[in-house]
């Protein structure tokens, strides 16, 4: 069993995770309170990296990170290295990656919120923020459990783009998922067959998790 | 509670609040231009006749309507229709109470007392407040209790209270507020709010379609029909046909 990868896989997962529900909870909150062709194109950007081979997304994001563009130079300028083949390199792949698995869900769980009680508190002398805060996000709070372990299991399971961005750096950028390939490509079977179950267990229990919550939740409605 | 029944006190004088709404809403074509200056002003009309309409406009809840709103302020006149709708400074029972359902009783009547931050003290008279309203809506029993274990008649008590308990509130808007209560308490509710009112000098715009509610409430009546005004005065005025078909009926 290749622990530090387990331990770095695991890592890469709370931390974009994180970083991704501060990214989306806004991105969502705004397309989903209005119409409007501006949020039906971010809506499909967002949705994106759904169909894209993780290898193009990876390749561009390899590209924007080195100092062929202005952003990439700006990293540099700032950390003195490029984000590439870094764990940091990694998060900003993944972040993108995830993305749609933490906006989608939130979406929905906002759309879902009754406009009435958002009406009613409104006119009850609530902002926006505090309309967000005491209302909005009490009755969606099924959609942040469902959009955070849909990320952290997306996550676990990444390839194309970790192998893209990250290289294969055994302790800095090789997760689980490249630690079977390597493994495969070994003919190690046995090891990668451990870790491979390690992984379909991990993301059956996740995918439970939410589920049986979905289900509780919808039987105390009933 | 705060205080015993008592003369209820015309404290509003002249007019205190104008509306003029013009725009099509749904199937309903609104032309309305309104004055209100009594303390406590009823829209009547049949339904679809664009009573909840007008109250929405008020609360500015219909973007695609032409809306002037404004609310006298001392010797000037403050334009309400500019300002975002939680600072127009509103209590408001909508139609379908539309309780919070995360909260219970308690927590829906104090939600908007809990959402600014204040000081230990305003905090105290807020509690004293959202107790008050409780007590006067018969809510005291209730108040640990989910939402969703509410009866309508009791769903659409809580959604009444907690219009009474905004703080700072200028203008109460109360649509059908007395749907689904019985009669019986509806007429001992009813001069207890007017007290609570009064003391306040909190003016209230309602709505109903029901006769019998207008006419109890003496209130001035506006009447609606396909969205526009066809008469305003005293209840028993406007609404003398509908007294006397009602006497006859009772004989």
């Not at chain 1, 969606?140 to 955070?148: E, L, P």
């Not at chain 1, 996550?155 to 055994?170: Q, W, Y």
């Not at chain 2, 379609?209 to 009447?223: I, K, S, T």
Request: proline share 4%; hydrophobic share 50%.
């Amino acid at each position: 069993m290749d622990f530090p990868a387990l331990g770095l896989t695991l890592r890469l997962a709370c931390v974009t995770t994180l970083l991704l529900l501060l990214v989306a909870t806004p991105l969502a909150f705004w397309i989903a309170s209005g119409r409007g062709v501006g949020r039906r194109v971010v809506q499909a950007i967002v949705a994106l990296p759904l169909v894209l081979p993780p290898t193009v997304l990876g390749f561009y994001v390899l590209m924007g990170l080195g100092p062929a563009t202005a952003v990439g130079r700006v990293v540099v300028w700032c950390l003195g290295h490029s984000l590439a083949f870094t764990f940091w390199g990694l998060v900003v792949g993944s972040v993108m990656y995830s993305l749609p698995f933490a906006v989608q869900p939130l979406v929905a769980g906002f759309s879902g919120v009754d406009r009435e009680l958002l009406e009613t508190a409104k006119v009850l002398g609530a902002s926006p923020w505090v309309v967000f805060q005491k209302v909005m996000v009490p009755l969606s709070k099924m959609a942040f459990v469902t959009a955070a372990v849909l990320t952290f299991a997306h996550t676990v399971g990444e390839f194309g783009v970790v192998l893209m961005v990250g290289g294969d750096i055994p302790g800095v950028t090789r997760t689980l998922s490249i630690s079977i390939f390597d493994q495969v490509q070994e003919a190690n079977y046995a090891g990668a067959n451990r870790m491979a179950l390690w992984l379909v267990v991990l993301s059956f229990c996740a995918l439970l998790a939410v589920y049986a919550k979905g289900f509780r939740r919808g039987a105390d409605l009933g | 509670m705060r205080r015993g029944f008592g003369e209820v006190r015309t404290l509003v004088e002249g007019v205190h609040h104008r509306l003029a709404v013009k725009g099509v809403v749904g199937t309903l074509q609104l032309d309305v231009a309104l004055e209100f200056a009594a303390p406590w002003t009823v829209i009547f009309g049949p339904s679809g006749s664009g009573k909840s309409s007008l109250l929405r406009a008020m609360c500015g809840l219909l973007p695609d309507v032409e809306v002037e709103f404004e609310r006298r302020d001392g010797n000037a006149w403050m334009r309400l229709d500019a300002m975002q709708t939680s600072r127009r400074k509103l209590g408001y029972a909508p139609q379908q109470a539309a309780l919070f359902p995360h909260l219970n009783v308690r927590e829906n009547v104090a939600f908007a007392t809990v959402q600014r931050p204040r000081g230990r003290a305003a905090w105290i008279s807020a509690e004293q407040v959202v107790e008050g309203a409780l007590d006067m809506f018969g809510l005291q029993m209730l108040a640990d209790h989910a939402t969703r274990e509410l009866s309508g008649g009791e769903g659409q008590r809580v959604n009444l209270a907690r219009a009474f308990v905004v703080p700072g509130a200028r203008l109460m808007l109360l649509d059908e507020p007395f749907s689904g209560v019985d009669r019986k308490r509806r007429d001992a509710v009813l001069p207890e709010m007017k007290a609570w009112l009064a003391d306040l000098d909190l003016p209230v715009i309602s709505v109903t379609h029901d006769v019998d509610e207008a006419l109890l409430l003496g209130a001035e009546v506006v009447r609606l029909d396909g969205g526009s005004v066809v008469a305003q005065g005293a209840a028993a005025v406007v609404l003398a046909e509908e007294r006397e078909r009602m006497l006859r009926v009772l004989g």
